[in-house]
T-cell receptor, first 116, second 112 residues
Framework: EPEVTQTPSHQVTQMGQEVILHCVPISNHLYFYWYRQILGQKVEFLVSFYNNEISEKSEIFDDQFSVERPDGSNFTLKIRSTKLEDSAMYFC??????????????FGPGTRLTVL | KNQVEQSPQSLIILEGKNCTLQCNYTVSPFSNLRWYKQDTGRGPVSLTIMTFSENTKSNGRYTATLDADTKQSSLHITASQLSDSASYICVVTTDSNYQLIWGAGTKLIIKP
């Protein structure tokens, strides 16, 4: 069964460093998403991406964040200068189409980012 | 403000027992309601999706209900198994931009 994959599973970085989180969405999917979940808190939407551009983004997704689809398979989230509060689990998701009534988002296993 | 509230926050039951988790929402306009299961350290996995016109949907031992009038949903788990230990998250999609509004989840622990 096709699945969303994410690498690395755990990333440790120093405050101020840049990190890039990698995702490979399901191959025939067209919409891609990044979410984050701070330990013990709700899942939070960061950004959605379609047709090589951002469709929606939340207030969390400020200038420190960027997304890219550098080739036909990878979808990346870059954090330019990490802060302690960026420590969280980051989930990538993909859907075949816009998340309408029955269009499901499939989530990857997540990357745990720890900023020291 | 669009919000999804879940109760209880956590629940411990014995293996083999049934349980019901609750979700109340104030999301408008409403598109659909989903229940996800999230194992510790893993991504959420969809259990059920219900639209406005559906008031019950089953997926194996999981049965979700939806009352669109009172804006309440429940997830009933029958004959619980140890592998049911996870967080169960209620998520409501708005009909305006199809963004997912997430609840905080109910952490369910099944004890042998």
């Amino acid at each position: 069964e096709p699945e969303v994959t994410q690498t690395p599973s755990h990333q440790v970085t120093q405050m101020g460093q840049e990190v890039i989180l990698h995702c490979v969405p399901i191959s025939n999917h067209l919409y891609f998403y990044w979410y984050r979940q701070i330990l013990g808190q709700k899942v939070e939407f960061l950004v959605s991406f379609y047709n090589n551009e951002i469709s929606e983004k939340s207030e969390i997704f400020d200038d420190q964040f960027s997304v890219e689809r550098p080739d036909g398979s990878n979808f990346t989230l870059k954090i330019r200068s990490t802060k302690l509060e960026d420590s969280a689990m980051y989930f990538c998701a993909s859907s075949e189409n816009v998340p309408s009534s029955y269009n499901e988002q499939f989530f990857g296993p997540g990357t745990r980012l720890t900023v020291l | 403000k669009n919000q999804v509230e879940q109760s209880p926050q956590s629940l411990i039951i014995l293996e083999g027992k049934n349980c019901t988790l609750q979700c109340n929402y104030t999301v408008s306009p409403f598109s659909n309601l989903r229940w996800y299961k999230q194992d510790t350290g893993r991504g959420p996995v969809s259990l059920t999706i219900m639209t406005f016109s559906e008031n019950t949907k089953s997926n194996g031992r999981y049965t979700a209900t939806l009352d669109a009038d009172t804006k309440q949903s429940s997830l009933h788990i029958t004959a619980s198994q140890l592998s049911d230990s996870a967080s169960y998250i209620c998520v409501v999609t708005t009909d305006s931009n199809y963004q997912l509004i997430w609840g905080a989840g109910t952490k369910l622990i099944i004890k042998p």
